[in-house]
């Protein structure tokens, strides 16, 4: 086959664009990527199907493309893929969305290749690849499938199934691959990255893992996403701290309340005071970043928990944080929980606590004005000619603030050393002399 020219979109979390570089990479055809659908050979859609909102955006782009080809010829083929179709049954979409000529269930991640490969008309096996979609700067790993935990507000476990580690032999395989076009951060993903190994081993083995990655050569920086409070342990924090850089100490720990009530409601793999994690954290890296996410408006949540959950962001001073509010999912225990809170409540309590975040954000950086940084280079702004985005140690890529570079040796990919010129609510901007 000539060269496939594909329309595809990505929804959700980092795990989807994962999924979607190495379906790509494994059609064993080269890609041109097109701008708009009624342009390309093969449309493909990665969906989210997590919760509410993003089973709706899913819908709607799917609806929206199959609009925009009304009338082509030839018509492209459609894939659709992800957590949408492992949340519902393909057969009940296909009756919906007639339309898509491939449902791609992603607990069923190893069959997607063949599978599309058989629907463009390609023969032979697919070929083990995967196409990067990040900036030159950066790559995600995807380490492990599934999750282990049985959150009380959580569809994943349903969509993706079970904990499914990735070899180690694969893992270092992908790093290398990603090293050797140039890419200098690696950033670790799965639901729980430190329950790593656990379906392999018996046990986590985080430790293992690392011991295979922080030594490869042009790596430098890796850091994790998402680190539950449970595998935080003083001793496998001590093990980061002496295996020093190229680790960034970047916790991103999804601690979702503070309350001990609202935590065992949640059916968190821990309902103990997260303090007791942070501090573990802080008695080892005393200036680490600290991300977390909250879930506020959970049923069953008292003007109490909340009063205590605002104390707990206020005294913590996070880096980082990311506020939802709670959505009722449906095949959830806590969707048929007494005390459901009013959508108008839970907004307001996600509003004040990001009011908070706001101000502590701003603060934080401020320590930085004037100060010398190491700034990995994303890419060029899309609007300002000379001036790029990157990011520092502490800041993750797409998920928090970034920094504006300019100067003489700034391009994608670089890491350079910057002065910090100015302070913003979540930004910082950055000069290289």
Request: hydrophobic share 40%; net charge negative; glycine share 8%.
């Amino acid at each position: 086959m000539r060269e496939l020219r594909c329309y595809s979109v990505s929804l959700g979390c980092p795990k989807n664009r994962v999924d979607t570089e190495r379906l790509l990479g494994s059609l064993g055809v080269g890609l041109t990527f097109v701008k708009e659908p009624e342009e390309a050979d093969l449309v493909f859609i990665n969906t989210c199907g997590f919760i509410a909102p993003a089973i709706q955006e899913s819908v709607h782009v799917i609806v929206q493309a199959l609009a925009d080809l009304e009338g082509v010829e030839p018509r492209p083929l459609v894939a659709v893929a992800g957590c949408l179709v492992g949340r519902f049954s393909p057969a009940d979409l296909a009756g919906d969305l007639p339309e898509v000529d491939v449902w791609l269930d992603n607990r069923e991640l190893d069959a997607w290749p063949g599978l599309l490969r058989q629907a463009l008309g390609l023969h032979g096996d697919a070929p083990e690849g995967r196409l990067l979609s990040t900036p030159p700067s950066f790559a995600w790993l995807k380490i492990s499938e599934g999750c282990r935990h049985a959150c009380a507000f959580c569809t994943i476990p349903r969509i993706r199934g079970p904990l499914r580690s990735h070899s180690i032999d694969f893992i270092e395989h992908e790093a290398r691959a990603a090293l050797d076009q140039g890419v200098k951060e690696l950033v670790l993903v799965a639901q729980d990255v430190l329950a790593w190994g656990s379906d392999l081993h018996g046990r986590p083995d985080m430790r293992r893992l690392l011991d295979r990655l922080l030594p490869l050569p042009g790596l430098a920086r890796l850091r994790m996403l998402y680190m539950y409070p449970t595998g935080l342990t003083a001793e496998f924090l001590r093990y980061l701290r002496d295996a020093g850089a190229p680790f960034v100490p970047y916790f991103d720990v999804p601690l979702q309340h503070a309350a001990a009530g609202v935590l065992e409601r949640m059916g968190r793999p821990f309902a103990r005071n997260p303090r007791e994690c942070v501090e573990r954290i802080r008695d080892v890296f005393p200036d680490a970043a600290l991300r977390t996410s909250l879930i506020v408006g959970f049923p069953g949540e008292t003007d109490r928990d909340f009063a205590e959950l605002m104390r707990f962001v206020e005294e913590t001073q996070f880096t980082h944080l990311g506020v939802f509010t709670y959505q009722a999912e449906e095949g959830t225990p806590a969707a048929s929980m007494p005390d459901q809170i009013p959508e108008e409540l839970k907004t307001q309590r996600r509003d004040a606590i990001m009011e908070c975040q706001s101000a502590i954000s701003e603060a934080w950086l401020a320590q930085f004005e004037g100060e010398r940084l190491e700034i990995l280079v994303d890419e060029p702004h899309p609007e300002w000619p000379g001036l790029h985005t990157g990011r520092t140690w502490f800041q993750a890529p797409e998920i928090d603030g970034v920094t504006y570079i300019s100067g003489p040796d700034v391009r994608p990919g670089a890491l350079v050393e910057a002065d910090i010129v100015e302070c913003r609510e979540y930004d910082l901007v950055a000069l290289q002399g």
